[in-house]
């Protein structure tokens, strides 16, 4: 079901994503906006079992592909260049607190009045967007001779493929944490019930130092429960501390009349991978043992860091080659 909203969201953003580059960025993210808050409307109202879940959020997925990339597209738009690299810096960190806003709303209704009204709660925050659309002033996109999935251009521009690639690493890392932090930590506590004893450069430095904790963490797993969770509290730090520098490289290395297209592929491979680390990480997990073994544990945060190291070697690619070109 965790993965479905990512596979929703990579089969619509191409498209939606890439119409940036022909039409008002607006326009689209005021409907994908309209669409995610009537899909988390409809989640609460009629999800039934795992299918209908699932269907449900993959919809909701293919909503957020019209709001996400398509309104950092609309704010580059409407901003001189001086401002672009700290302004997208913003917008993605922006998300990350609304993403942890929303699990703790979510916790919080769901505590009192259950998990369908959570979700209608939750739903009716895109409808903020939806306002901040309609205030926005108009603008003309970059005009463009090339067709529509046509994504060339971008593939070509080394610089900017180098943070799509690295931010693609970064996800599935991402998905793969988020997904199952709330099983590994059920499995911390029960072990503990059991027994008594418990720039690129800089984006290549995180993206270590982020594998080095998801390691101290699969090297850990058996510890006390307090050193897991100052280990996952500094991992909450490392995993979304790359996100915003390389999603503003990305925009910033593309060519502005390829500009939504470079955030189309941007995103489509960022969640694309979203999806696969999710599922991934509970394969992994399942192979190794499954959710009661220590070593299957250790197993799934080995396979998240060897992800995220995957990440500096597309940005050690795009350097090389930038250089060269």
Known sequence: M??????????AVPVLTTLTDRIDARLILLVGSTATALATLAFGLFADGLWSATLIWGLAGVGFAGAYMPGLKALTDRLPAGDMSRSITLYTSSFSLGVGLSFLVAQLVANRYGWRDAFLITGLGPFVMVAACLAMPAVKPHLTQRHLLDFGPVMRNHAAMGYVLGYGAHCFELYGIRTWVVAFWTFVVAQQSRSALLGPRALTILMVASAAVALAIGFSVGASPLLLLVLLLIYAFTVPADSGALTSGMSL???????GATMAMHTTLGFGLSALGAWGAGITLDLAGGPKSASAWFAMFGLLAVSI??????????????SSE
């Open 2 to 11: 965790a993965s479905a909203f990512a596979f929703g969201y990579m089969l």
């Open 253 to 259: 290395s593309a060519t502005p009349s390829h500009r």
């Open 309 to 322: 190291l995957l990440g500096t070697i597309a940005l050690w690619w795009s350097r090389r080659t930038a």
